[in-house]
């Protein structure tokens, strides 16, 4: 696991680097993406924490760029789980949005993507600015991971908010299944 995802973290460094470039969309299952995400985490943070599945297994394939896709995932994922020091509960779930507008266009169907965490939330000081480079609520954070996931999640013509209190905190990723839906 660790040599794929070197392999995986090279390939995606190379293409930020190459501007000309955006990303390489195949048909993706988002759930191999998070089942991914998913063992990463856990491998990082064998006690103390549980990362729930809440999948809607009827989705259909997303046209995307699998390693840009498990970027965004395991970028935020890997804030919530920092957050709450390793100990708590994250939450994957994946549901079917209709009739959804995305940079302007209208979709038939969309992911929703939710990734939900009990940490302490998103102190108040940087909510406003979470997705700026450089904005971090850490000492040791360097403020990237979350603009690197919008930076791809634009990319693919979707959006990305979030809801944040004490208790409770929750990334919600919206993208077209593909250029027909």
């Not at 190379?14 to 491998?43: F, G, K, M, T, Y």
């Not at 390793?86 to 994957?92: A, I, P």
């Amino acid at each position: 696991m660790i040599r794929e995802e070197a392999l995986r973290l090279q390939s995606l460094v190379d293409r930020l680097l190459a501007p000309h470039r955006r990303h390489i969309a195949n048909d993706v299952n988002i759930h191999e993406v998070l089942e991914r995400v998913r063992s990463i985490i856990l491998a990082e943070y064998p006690h103390g924490l549980q990362v729930k599945r809440d999948y809607d297994i009827s989705l259909p394939m997303l046209a995307a760029d699998k390693e840009q896709l498990i970027q965004v995932v395991l970028n935020i994922g890997k804030n919530a789980v920092q957050a709450m020091q390793g100990s708590g509960e994250l939450v994957f779930r994946t549901r079917v949005a209709r009739q959804v507008t995305l940079a302007r266009k209208r979709h038939n169907l969309a992911l929703k993507l939710q990734i939900i965490d009990n940490g302490p939330g998103i102190p108040e000081e940087i909510r406003n600015h979470v997705f700026y480079p450089l904005v971090t609520g850490r000492a040791e954070g360097t403020g990237l991971g979350l603009t690197l996931a919008q930076t791809f999640v634009h990319q693919h013509g979707g959006t990305i908010e979030f809801e944040s209190r004490p208790g409770y905190t929750c990334f919600t990723v919206l993208m077209p299944f593909g250029p027909d839906q």
